[in-house]
């Protein structure tokens, strides 16, 4: 049986996990430092390492993609999700913003659903 190529929005997808989870990783471990720096030590360590951890994930989805590991659909999902939640909760304070995220999670959520890209990652 010849092997499914891969679809291009899972690539696209791919790409942009990998740059937000070294973004997020990168941003969790200068920020820590930064609150450690002014004072708030055991706040910036735990601040800075949930950030850098879930950066990691994103990092690990983005790759994912590449390979079409079958834990990659639901927790592209999971995150996906969590990124709508978190946006809607943000409207208030940064609309232009939240609106573009809100836009684009819900277009990735969407085409996670896709047939072809859920035969990507195995999933029934």
């Known amino acids: 049986m010849a092997e499914q190529a891969r679809p291009l929005g899972v690539t696209i997808i791919g790409i942009l996990w990998i740059l937000a989870g070294l973004l997020t990783a990168i941003g969790g471990g200068v920020g820590g430092a930064a609150l450690a720096i002014i ?3 055991a706040l910036g360590a735990m601040v800075g ?5 879930i950066g990691l994930v994103f ?19 999971i995150f996906t999700v969590i990124g709508i939640i978190i946006n809607l909760l943000s409207i208030l304070s ?6 573009i995220g809100i836009i684009i999670d819900v277009i990735i959520l969407w085409y996670l659903f896709q047939p072809p890209v859920k ?3 195995k999933q029934t």
């Open 49 to 53: 390492v949930v950030l850098v951890i």
């Open 119 to 121: 035969a990507w990652f």
């Open 59 to 77: 990092i690990a989805l983005g790759i994912g993609c590449f390979k079409g590991w079958p834990w990659v659909w639901p927790v592209g999902v």
């Open 39 to 41: 004072g708030l030590g």
């Open 94 to 99: 940064n609309t232009a913003s939240a609106v």
